[in-house]
């Protein structure tokens, strides 16, 4: 089963206005050859109007995502941004699950869960974060974790474009700590996810989803983590503020 390779940059809380719009035009221009990868960056939600702007300036295919969103459409939900509002801005995809959002914000499974069946239902490419803590893989818990938070967001969801689904798994440790997980045991954990997505939805749809690896990818490493079957692209925060790390990373996964 071949599965396009996608890698996402997560700027985080970073940039101002004229370095998001920088950074998407470097991105735009380095990318303008490439077609066997899709490439995505998430700028704040505030920026991502700018983004989206400069990206259609330069005819770019670059995708522009949001990290976060809320599941309701409109209400008494003081802060948050729908994703109705998300896509009335241009917004095409949407990062769901941080484990900053659930770790440090501490977001609840059942909202991920909702969050995610939301994203889906509009046609959002929705990339669902997962990963286990140090304390967790020390106990040997990483495979359970991952089906724990799979189980949680996506059980009696019906997905009617598989390609539209992408699993980020994120050891927690290894999330701008520049700590990596070694290539065979990110592949031993991504391997362990399309196990559970075929016991979820089916093994056909399990093939096409793509499962990317976060947590300190950069140049140095990408190429060898990339090379794993089950890897297929990557969700990237720190080397995405450079254009020429995220770039590298992007020419990586093209081949
Ligand atoms: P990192 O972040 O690449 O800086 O480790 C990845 C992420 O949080 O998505």
Redesign the pocket.
């Known amino acids: 089963m071949s599965r396009k390779p996608i890698v996402v940059g997560?700027w985080?809380m970073n940039t101002t206005r004229a370095e998001a719009v920088a950074l998407a035009n470097g991105v735009a221009e380095g990318t303008k050859a490439t077609t066997s990868v899709e490439v995505g960056v998430a700028p704040p939600f505030v920026y991502i109007p700018a983004v989206s702007m400069a990206l259609c300036d330069a005819s770019s295919n670059v995708l522009v995502g949001a990290q976060n969103a809320w599941h309701e459409d409109k209400g008494a939900f003081t802060g948050e941004v729908s994703i109705s509002q998300l896509k009335d801005v241009g917004t095409q995809l949407v990062?769901l699950g941080?484990?900053?959002r659930r770790h440090v914000i501490n977001e609840p499974d059942e909202v991920i869960q909702a969050k995610t069946e939301k994203s889906l239902a509009s046609g959002l490419l929705t990339i669902l974060?997962i990963g286990e803590t140090l304390e967790q893989r020390e106990a040997g818990e990483t495979d359970r974790i991952n089906k724990a938070q799979l189980r949680s967001a996506l059980t009696d969801l019906t997905l009617s474009d598989p390609a539209k689904l992408v699993i980020?798994y994120?050891p927690v440790w290894?999330?701008?700590?520049g700590k990596t997980a070694t290539p065979h045991d990110a592949q031993a954990a991504h391997a362990a996810i399309r196990t559970v997505l075929a016991d979820l939805f089916d093994q056909g749809t399990a093939d096409a989803v793509r499962i990317q690896y976060?947590?300190?990818?950069?140049p140095e490493n990408a190429a060898e983590l990339l090379a794993q079957p089950d890897i297929d692209g990557g969700?990237?925060?720190?080397?995405?503020l450079k254009p020429d790390a995220f770039l590298a990373i992007v020419n990586a996964a093209a081949s």
């Open positions: 997560n985080k990062i941080h484990s900053e974060c980020a994120e290894a999330i701008g700590t976060g947590g300190s990818m950069k969700l990237i925060g720190g080397a995405s």
